[in-house]
């Protein structure tokens, strides 16, 4: 699930604080670690944690915001990197998140992050808009892989990989959409798809 920097911090904050104390922060509490004025946002990003099921909470009493231990034993949490195209070339966004994935699906000896797509290129390969990549950092890419690109430096693209001589293609999975063929000097490999996460 997606966090953003403060929900983690703020998570962090409270499982600590009950591991030492034996019972919770108050708002107070919290806003005062984080410098936060108003307990009004710090409710907001405590809520925002309720209802992603990291913590729990007893509306009847006080001191009842408790940390609600996640399966972390088959996850890894990955910085949220930003936004890729399957569609046309669109410039990489990134923003200050981490989403837990599967471990498998970032192995130890890679460095891995994830991104959200947007468009429908690569919808013959079941990679629709909206839908997670979780992509293994890498420079070098093989024929028929699956690729983060980016184009002339700056615009970011999510296609397969083929290498014509001197010239690359990247070719989307949907037969309503072109080929991008370009010099070779012009595409920098990101990283190569290794998992794919849907929200219903």
């Known amino acids: ?5 403060r929900q983690r911090e703020i998570y962090d904050f409270i499982r600590n604080f009950v591991a030492v104390n034996g019972y919770s922060p108050s708002l107070e509490e919290i806003g005062a670690e984080f410098n936060l004025s108003s307990v009004a946002t710090v409710h907001k990003h405590v809520q925002h944690l309720v209802e992603k099921r990291l913590l729990r909470k007893a509306w009847n009493r006080s001191r009842s915001v408790e940390p609600v231990e996640p399966p972390s034993s088959g996850l890894v949490s990955l910085p949220l990197l930003g936004v890729v195209a399957a569609g046309e070339p669109i410039e990489a966004i990134e923003v200050a998140e981490t989403i ?3 471990r498998e699906l970032a ?3 890679a460095q891995s992050y994830v991104l959200r797509v947007r468009g429908d290129s690569m919808i013959g390969e079941q990679i629709r808009d909206g839908d997670f990549v979780v992509v293994e950092s890498r420079s070098v890419a093989r024929d028929g892989e699956t690729v983060v690109a980016l184009l002339r430096g700056e615009e970011a693209t999510l296609k397969k990989f083929f290498r014509r001589g001197r010239s690359v293609r990247l070719q989307p999975a949907n037969g309503g959409m072109k080929p991008i063929d370009v010099p070779a000097r012009d595409v920098q490999i ?3 798809v290794r998992g794919l996460l849907r929200r219903y």
Do not use: C, E, N
């Open 1 to 5: 699930m997606a966090l953003t920097k």
């Open 100 to 102: 837990d994935v599967p």
């Open 107 to 109: 192995p130890k000896h």
């Open 190 to 192: 990101r990283g190569v």
